[in-house]
């Protein structure tokens, strides 16, 4: 009984001496609404994601207690690390909407907030109809309307021109990108590794990878991706029938990635370029565009600056 009491008794005092010697408690500084937001929307982030990834931080007694606090003040300064809605101000409205849309999907993934957060701090979870506020705000901002989309045949004809390969445009020089990058009109003989729905601008998009990328994705090395790794994104503007389905409608553009650490390092170690819709006409004035580019994939920039989350192909 004695021995019980004596490490009862060394079990407290080394939990008090542990809170005078914990890590440095993190910087709560006020942090304004998200301009450009409704207040649902604002309120929403707010609770739910700006303990970690804004300025402003709001302890409960039980996230000082050490060893807890180095946990969790490691969690807030990465979090800072990775997005911060503090600097929301200073972000272009491509970065901003970028942001918005990486975040729902994480939320949708079941990633974020993290579910070791929630479950100790169970009012920071969101909810269904939470998410669907968000989910909504982001569709308004292309509404999806069957009167405005082309006619099935015409999509249909537009596809079927666009997949042959010995239509006009693709026995004439497309013309390269202003950085440099020269068209490849072989990417459709390549494998799709992912498939994606922009309901923020209502796309439908196929993604597909040279074999360099899909070595890497068997290998499990996407993080970062080998040199040499190329990615064609083709996005289609999506259609809604009378029936309420959706299909591609017109094509929109062909985007690619191609992966030179050494060649591209002042773009983040990628190359981009853009054609966009049927005539495939470069994207962009200057080399210059290639800084939206970077902007708009900087949310992702601890996933080597890419989106996809490739399928998981098996031998």
Not at 40 to 61: A, G
Not at 240 to 260: C, H, L, P, R, Y
């Amino acid at each position: 009984m004695k021995k019980t009491r004596l490490i009862l008794a060394l079990l407290g005092t080394g939990i008090i001496a542990i809170q005078f010697c914990g890590p440095e408690k993190p910087e709560s500084v006020p942090a304004h609404h998200l301009t450009g937001l409704p207040d649902e929307v604002n309120n929403i982030i707010r609770n739910s994601c700006f303990d970690c990834h804004s300025s402003q931080t709001t302890l409960r007694w039980y996230d000082k207690l050490s060893p807890i606090n180095q946990l969790v003040y490691s969690h807030i300064q990465k979090g800072r690390q990775a997005l911060d809605f503090s600097k929301w101000d200073s972000l272009t409205p491509a970065t901003r909407t970028g942001i918005l849309y990486y975040s729902l999907n994480k939320i949708l993934e079941g990633e974020m907030p993290l579910p070791s957060y929630t479950t100790v701090h169970p009012a920071k979870s969101l909810s269904n109809e939470d998410i669907q506020t968000l989910k909504q705000f982001l569709m308004t901002k292309t509404l999806r309307d069957a009167a405005a989309h082309t006619p099935n045949n015409k999509a249909h004809q537009q596809r079927s021109g666009f997949a042959d390969s010995t239509t006009t445009i693709f026995q004439s020089r497309v013309l390269p990108a202003p950085n440099g990058i020269e068209y490849i009109p072989d990417y459709r003989n390549w494998k799709v590794i992912s498939i994606t729905d922009r309901f923020d601008n209502g796309t439908m998009r196929i993604i597909y990878g040279n074999e360099i990328a899909v070595k890497a994705i068997l290998e499990c090395k996407t993080n970062p991706w080998p040199d040499g790794s190329i990615f064609a994104k083709a996005a289609w503007k999506q259609q809604t029938n009378a029936d309420g389905s959706i299909t591609a409608g017109d094509f929109v553009q062909v985007e690619f990635m191609i992966k030179d650490a050494h060649k591209y390092a002042t773009t983040a170690g990628w190359g981009w370029a853009r054609w966009r819709g049927p005539s495939l006409k470069p994207y962009g004035d200057k080399a210059i565009f290639t800084a939206a580019c970077i902007s708009c994939h900087t949310p992702q920039r601890d996933n080597d600056y890419v989106f996809t989350h490739p399928f998981t192909f098996k031998h």
